[in-house]
């Protein structure tokens, strides 16, 4: 398997390329800018996109997903719920002040229980809610890794002061979605570095001493 996070754009989302070397196909997450810098990487390891997924509608998740797609050919699956956060994006580079990116509709929507992935690299799509309304992260079960967008940071957890955040039904996502998952879990969060459930469970300051 080929897995590279690496940050990108001016938040430093974390992007990350996901490959399958026996069949020569890839995914990326959460293309938030630097598409030049993924194309690179992907012609690198000789991998063809088949799949763009990106966790929620944030602008510095999905600012390059359209480029992206053009550049590839591959579709862009995102969850419906964030549709009107794709339709802000100008209020979205406002906050920034960057100029907007063009965005388009995802071809497909994300939803619960989808499986999504490349060759023998699959997960399913868990709706986490909070952060977002449309808000997923992806469960590799088999590969015991979790991409957990901005609903669960090391030692923290996403902001829901934006519009459509709602801080409790971010707890539920990760206490009810996430935490049951297992403590071996590795998690890729949407900025900054990785940790595991197991040791978010245990320090992290928002659910410490959660049943
Ligand atoms: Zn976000």
């Known amino acids: ?15 990350t390329l996901l490959g399958d070397e026996a069949t020569g196909e890839a995914m990326v997450i959460d293309p938030g800018d630097n598409v030049a810098y993924i194309l690179e990487r992907l012609a690198l390891h000789k991998l063809t996109l088949k799949q763009i997924v990106v966790t929620h509608g944030h602008i510095d998740h999905v600012g390059g997903a359209l480029r992206l797609k053009r550049a590839t050919g591959a579709p862009v699956l995102l969850n419906e719920n964030d549709l009107p956060l ?34 023998s690299h699959k997960a399913e799509v868990l709706h986490t809610p909070g952060h977002t309304q449309g808000s997923i992260s992806l469960h590799f079960a088999p590969e015991k890794l979790l991409f957990a967008g901005d609903t669960l940071f090391a030692g923290s957890i996403g902001r829901t002061d934006l519009p459509g955040g ?33 040791v978010e469970r245990e320090t992290n300051p928002w659910f410490v001493g959660w049943e």
């Open 86 to 119: 794709l339709e802000m994006m100008d209020v979205q580079a406002a906050w920034l002040g960057v100029v907007p990116p063009e965005v388009a509709k995802p071809d497909e929507n994300a939803r619960a229980g989808m499986i999504v992935g490349i060759g």
């Open 1 to 15: 398997m080929v897995l590279e996070t690496f940050p990108v754009g001016v938040l430093q989302c974390n992007c």
């Open 166 to 198: 709602d801080a409790r039904q971010l707890l539920f996502s990760i206490h009810d979605r996430l935490l049951p998952l297992g403590d071996d879990v590795r998690v890729i969060p949407g900025h900054g570095v990785e940790t595991t459930i197991g």
